[in-house]
């Protein structure tokens, strides 16, 4: 107290008591935050460029593990499966084209350089409602031993809710959200029983850390795979290492010709960013570029970013109906 009375109250010897209060309680929530900045920065220099990655298949592999990935037949789903077979994982996609999951393990596998199997699952998640669903697809994947899961598959369209189709309004809450939750659950006693540790990752997104206006639904939708991840991650850590994947934007086939200075043109360093931090963190936004993407998410007012998502949302929307009516025209 000393010390601020000198450093800035010097001035004001008889500044009165309410006016004495305030500087010493300004000044200890400025000491927080700056010790808070400085942890933080710490944390970020030692996860990026310092801690060494948990060695995956010592960690969840056995004799014959096999990584499952949701959406593994393109963008960064592929590139999980790519990643997790170099190191030796089987691979198993789920996904709703059949001829293309196919070619895309042939792919796979072929890279990897290593003998591994492949296999996949036809699930279409736009459609599927119902745990017993779900069930389904878990007795296709009983008879493997389960090291990692990924819950990677997402979709949804820049539009604003009043213009969303009903069935684009299903589909992107079937497929980012009730997903990830019946799939972990019918899955879990089986990543439970296993000898070793099995690994949990969901795929979120920047997008399911505030309620952006304009991706309403998708936004809402990742917010809860988000917390899904976050909150497993603690009930399950006993035998199970579950993390949130919060991804930006990378350039895939979701984010079609969209420019922006964040977009991430190499898919690999997203998911090596992600990977990197699985059995360490409940939450992850992977590479440096995104994380400091997020920066503005968290400091900029919720109104101003809303705004800006709102307006952005509403072009990309103009331009898809412009398109589709030259289509007409032209049939
Ligand atoms: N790219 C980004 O900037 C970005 C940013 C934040 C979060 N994410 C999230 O990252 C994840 C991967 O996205 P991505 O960018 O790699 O997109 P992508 O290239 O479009 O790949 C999405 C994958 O999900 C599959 N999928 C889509 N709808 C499906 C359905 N109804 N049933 C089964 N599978 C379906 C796709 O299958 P098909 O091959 O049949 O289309 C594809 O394999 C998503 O969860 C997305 O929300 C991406």
Known sequence: ??????ALLS?????PASLRYTVYFVTFIGFINLIKLGYGTLDL????FIRRPKDLMKTYGGNDTWAVVTGGSDGIGEQFCKDLSKKGFNICILGRNEQKMKEKLDQIKKQSGKEIKTRYVVADFAKLTRIS???????QLRD???????LNAGWTQATPFIDFTPENIEATV??????????SKVLVNQLNERKQRSAIIITSSG?????????????????FAGFLGQGLNFELKKKMDVMTFECGETRTKLMGSRKSRMIVDDISRVTTGCLRDIGYESLTYGCLTHELAMIPLKIFPLRMLQSMMFKA???????????EAEAKKQN
Do not use: C, W
Not at 133 to 139: P, Q, T, V
Not at 144 to 150: A, N, R, S
């Open 1 to 6: 107290m000393e010390f601020i009375d000198r």
């Open 11 to 15: 001035s004001y010897p008889n500044a």
């Open 45 to 48: 220099i030692n996860r990026h």
């Open 133 to 139: 669903d779900y069930e389904n697809i878990a007795s």
């Open 144 to 150: 493997i031993d389960i090291g990692m899961l990924l």
């Open 174 to 183: 079937n497929i980012n959200a009730v997903h990830p939750a019946y799939l």
């Open 207 to 223: 997008l399911g850390s505030i309620p952006a206006s304009g991706f309403i639904t998708y936004s809402a939708s990742k917010a």
């Open 313 to 323: 949302s509403q072009k990309t929307f103009a331009m898809l109906q412009k398109k």
